[in-house]
């Protein structure tokens, strides 16, 4: 009932997303409006505030950082492999496909989904941790991906380009300033402060809302095979990777341990579709990855809390 009580309130606001789409309630227009208040007003201001306030000694870690990239970039890598030798017509290279498939056994869906379980799970002082991992999370990911996939492009990979659209991203934006709030020690005037918290309430109820109703865009194709595998490599064999490395290799604290195991049990996260569509690889693989690892990040989220809780 624990683990029902964590788990039922996410899934009933992404379900109720859903439903007001299929039912043609909501528009495409108005979750694109939805959409552009939580990602660049009321998330921005929920990581800002909390970024600026969390203990930075709890949330600056070595080995919590290792616990989870070496597991993150393993899996990316077993992808590539998986993709090359047993996905790909006739083995032959594409090393753009490759890379998309990399990152869509690897990329967490952690603002949308695995901050909320964090927060219903452990409580919201454990999201310090989860700060420094999100904040060189799509950075290292994206430019991995995009490196690879030029080795096999004429197109150039643009450091320039890339290193300004992360820097201007809103999640990254606003994680980066409330570091630089809580480095400086500056502490925001109550009324600003206030009304950031205004806007910061609505921002894990809107961002659910808004996951469920992009899934009703998204269709499972009929390769739905390697969306399969993919989200089984993302939401199971992930959290498993960090769980051991965490333990017997860094042999972490209980609660950063179960933070990053959450973390990284969250669904394939959207960004890595927009990436598939821009790169034109794997794109109907990776929208089927969106819903498939979304929907058993179900049974792997009850798992993991089972498991760990």
């Known amino acids: 009932m624990h683990i029902f009580s964590i788990i039922f309130p996410l899934i009933f606001i992404v379900a109720l997303g859903y439903s007001c789409c299929r039912l043609k309630f909501f528009e495409k227009q108005h979750i694109a409006g939805l959409s552009k208040f939580t990602f660049y007003i009321s998330l921005p201001a929920f990581l800002l505030l909390n970024m600026s306030q969390i203990n930075l000694q709890q949330s600056i870690s070595l080995f919590a950082f290792l616990s989870f990239y070496i597991p993150v970039l393993s899996v990316f890598w077993v992808g590539i492999l998986i993709d090359r030798f047993y996905l790909s017509k006739k083995h032959l290279k594409n090393y753009q496909q490759h890379g998309v498939f990399g990152l869509a056994s690897s990329y967490s869906n952690m603002v949308l989904v695995g901050i909320p379980i964090v927060i219903a799970s452990l409580g919201k002082e454990m999201i310090a941790i989860a700060f420094m991992i999100i904040t060189f999370h799509s950075t290292l990911l994206f430019a991995l991906t995009f490196l690879i996939g030029a080795k096999g492009s004429s197109d150039k990979f643009s450091w320039s380009h890339f290193g300004k659209s992360m ?59 390697p969306a399969l595998i993919a989200s ?78």
């Open 167 to 225: 820097v201007l991203n809103p999640i990254v934006l606003s994680i980066g300033c409330g570091l630089i709030l809580n480095i400086l020690g500056v502490t925001l005037f109550t009324d600003l402060a206030n009304s950031l918290e205004l806007l910061a309430k609505p921002a894990i109820a809107c961002a659910l809302f808004v996951l469920g109703a992009n899934l009703a865009f998204y269709k499972i194709a009929a390769n739905w095979q």
């Open 232 to 309: 089984i490599l993302k939401i199971f064999l992930l959290p498993a990777l960090v769980l051991l490395v965490g333990t017997y290799v860094f042999k972490l604290d209980t609660q950063i341990l179960n933070v990053l195991v959450f973390l990284s049990a969250s669904p394939v996260g959207v960004n890595a579709y927009l990436i598939a569509t821009q790169i034109k690889q794997h794109e109907a693989t990776l929208a089927g990855a969106v819903v498939l690892s979304t929907i058993l990040s179900v049974i792997s989220f009850t798992f993991w809390l089972a498991l760990l809780l």
